[in-house]
């Protein structure tokens, strides 16, 4: 079986831009789940779709939102870019409780 | 609210050597918990889970007991190799199922 994949894998943008990060999920998984990955502040849950509709949200700004298709993929959208939110953005997805991991999506922000 | 500590690192190691890295955590209820790790330019892979108190979780060669009277979930591995040097998160998943990460710990294992 296929795991989590991202896309892109790399992405390099400046103040002020929008950006979309995509995520497939495990066949037969419906959760899809995203994080930020900083050096300072470690591993940050951002939010969590269900079945389309978001069941979990972290404590970002608005500017962070997402979205779930009905075939379980799941995109990601930080509009007004700042400095700060250079990081590694990672989606996982699952079918209980345990959640599997993408490679991830290396955002620059310059 | 729910909370991860681990041990500081980095952690560094002869190969062969046996590793502990220390995690406990702070929740309401009766979380599953969880190990995770990370080779350098990767995602997170599961290493291995416990989901009750005195479960344990074991994969390729690593071990954690739940262990609820003391709030741990610490790994062990009896004998380190090279190839086990990452950084290994400790995370909590509760009513929610989001997870909940420690800090990471770094370990690097010299030959």
């Known amino acids: 079986k296929a795991g989590v994949t991202q896309t892109p894998r790399y992405l390099i943008k400046t103040r002020g831009q929008q950006v979309t990060l995509s995520c497939s999920p495990i066949s037969g998984h419906r959760s899809v789940s995203w994080y930020q990955q900083t050096p300072g502040q470690g591993l940050q849950f951002l939010f969590e779709?269900?079945?389309?509709?978001?069941?979990n949200k972290g404590n970002f700004p608005g500017r962070f939102s997402g979205r779930q298709f009905s075939n379980s993929r799941s995109e990601m959208n930080v509009s007004t870019l700042e400095l700060g939110d250079s990081a590694l953005y990672l989606c996982?997805?699952?079918?209980?409780?345990?959640?599997?991991f993408g490679p991830g999506t290396r955002l620059l922000v310059l | 609210g729910d909370s991860v500590t681990q041990m500081e690192g980095p952690v560094t190691l002869s190969e062969e050597a046996f590793l502990t890295i220390n995690c406990t955590y702070t929740?309401?209820?009766?979380?599953?918990l969880f190990w995770y790790v990370q080779y350098p330019g990767e995602g997170l892979q599961l290493l291995l889970k416990a989901t009750k108190a005195d479960d344990k979780g074991s994969n390729k060669g690593f071990e954690a007991t739940y262990r609820k009277e003391t709030t741990s979930f610490h790994l062990e591995k009896g004998s380190v190799q090279v190839s086990d040097s990452a950084v290994y998160f400790c995370a909590l998943s509760g009513d929610t199922d989001k997870l909940i990460f420690g800090t990471g710990t770094r370990l690097q294992v010299f030959p």
């Open positions: 929740a309401t209820g009766y979380p599953s």
């Open positions: 996982a997805s699952a079918l209980g409780e345990t959640q599997y």
């Open positions: 779709y269900f079945s389309e509709t978001q069941r």
